[in-house]
């Protein structure tokens, strides 16, 4: 099996430390950068393989709980 360079993204979060700067607040930069670019959602979401009907199962009754949430907060 074959990659393409453009099929496979890997978005690694760098963070270089700054002269004078505690090896703690560059945890924190990195902490703050890896969850803006979702990346454990993304490793969190292809740890394992859903079939396409378990996935378009799960999607609708997200869908589902959205809409429930939506109707009990505003009351028309």
């Known amino acids: 099996m074959e990659f ?3 099929e496979v993204s890997c978005s ?7 002269d004078g700067e505690t090896l703690e607040s560059a945890l ?3 902490k703050r950068k890896v969850q803006q670019e979702d990346i454990i959602k993304e490793i969190k979401r292809h740890s394992f393989y ?5 996935k378009q199962r799960t999607k609708a009754a997200l869908a589902r709980k ?3 949430k939506k109707r009990t907060r505003d009351p028309e």
């Open 12 to 18: 690694l979060a760098e963070v270089h430390l700054q």
């Open 66 to 68: 959205r809409n429930r």
């Open 50 to 54: 859903l079939k396409p009907g378990e």
């Open 28 to 30: 924190r930069r990195f």
């Open 4 to 6: 393409r360079e453009s």
